[in-house]
């Protein structure tokens, strides 16, 4: 069982930036694949970001591609999704989850990931 908490959330100027971190605990944290989702009040949950087991490849939604960065560290069991040039498109509860497989994956579908967080709070003022 793996269990997953967020943090980093908060309130930021538009153009401003936020790193969120999604700190694991239980299982072996490089043995799973990792992505960032957020919904917003009204909406559904979309996908933000991925990040494979070694880092060493990053999947983005188009609209977040230049401004946020995924990476992680799998020595500290912790991911993380650097914001930049935030706009007001981007408040929402942001998600982190975990996918326990190899290979290939749907790393859009939030079906497929085995456990989340609780998300945490991003808002974006004018």
């Known amino acids: 069982q793996v269990q997953l908490v967020e943090s980093g959330g908060g309130l930021v100027q538009a153009g401003g930036s936020l790193r969120l971190s999604c700190k694991a605990s239980g299982g072996t944290f490089s043995t799973y694949a990792l992505g960032w989702f957020r919904q917003a009040p009204g909406k559904e949950r979309e996908f933000v970001a991925a990040i494979r087991q070694d880092g060493g490849v990053a999947y983005y939604q188009d609209s977040v591609k230049g401004r946020f960065t995924i990476s992680r560290d799998n020595a500290e069991n912790t991911m993380y999704l650097q914001m930049n040039s935030l706009k007001h498109e981007d408040p929402a509860v942001y998600y982190c989850?975990?996918?326990?497989?190899?290979?290939?994956?749907?790393?859009?579908?939030?079906?497929?990931?085995?456990?989340w967080g609780q998300g945490t709070q991003v808002t974006v003022s004018s």
């Open positions: 989850a975990a996918y326990y497989g190899s290979g290939i994956f749907d790393y859009r579908s939030g079906g497929i990931y085995d456990y």
